[in-house]
């Protein structure tokens, strides 16, 4: 296996880095072909990330540093974003995307060492949900496969005038919104599964379930739940493969209708009708 050091990448902006999550193929052919980041995740990682250029004066998303392994039975590509700003809640989202990307590509790393036949593969980059005037939303996904696939997505949404995190309670009032936005999703997940065209399972009381599927039933989001914000200016709650559904639903999300959320909003500067 031959590493070699890979230049962290700064000249191409990226406005949508893939529309459609990849799979991995494995060919017949063994190739070889190695390239890893060697990147340290510490106090000075945050100085290397302030050196990312900002295009214009835009808050952009860029890729920071890419790690690849691809060999006969198993293979990682995992691009690293990085937000182009000077404010200190950006560097902090830099220094979690640099640390985490680099944790990924170790576990892989260590995994590959135990495994004893098969196949073994992690995809991992981001995609730019929204990008507008005022927003910027990046979606991170993680896909592995090692016998069966699995896949997680998280959101991050920035002020880019601002350049600040919005988190989902920085945009309410107080924590009425839980329930609010709970007791929508629930009666979504009740209407989708009684139209037998879309044939969905959801994971919910009062929903014909088996008593097999009534395991860990959705009852609330999570304070922190994972958003993003539509181009539109509206909130989409998000959940991972698993959390509220069985596999085949994949990462299952819901749009919440602006006018239900009018009383518990800060402001419409972000959430609008």
Sequence with gaps: MNNQTKKVETNVEVTSKKNNLPKWIFGTVATVAVVTAVLNASPSMARNLADVPVLG?????LTFVNYEVEEDTYAANIDVPAISGESADIAALNEKYAKEGKALYEKFIAEVEQVEGGYLSVDSGYTVQTDTDKL????RYVEETAGSSTMVMQYDTVDKQKEIVITLPSLFKDERYIDVISEYIAEQMRQQMKDTNQEKTYWVSDAGLTDEQQVDLFT???ADQNFYITQEGKLVIVFDELEVAPGYMGIVEFEIPTALLADVLVSNKYIQA
């Design 136 to 139: 910027l939303s990046v979606g």
């Design 220 to 222: 609330t989001i999570k």
């Design 57 to 61: 004066s835009a808050v952009k998303a």
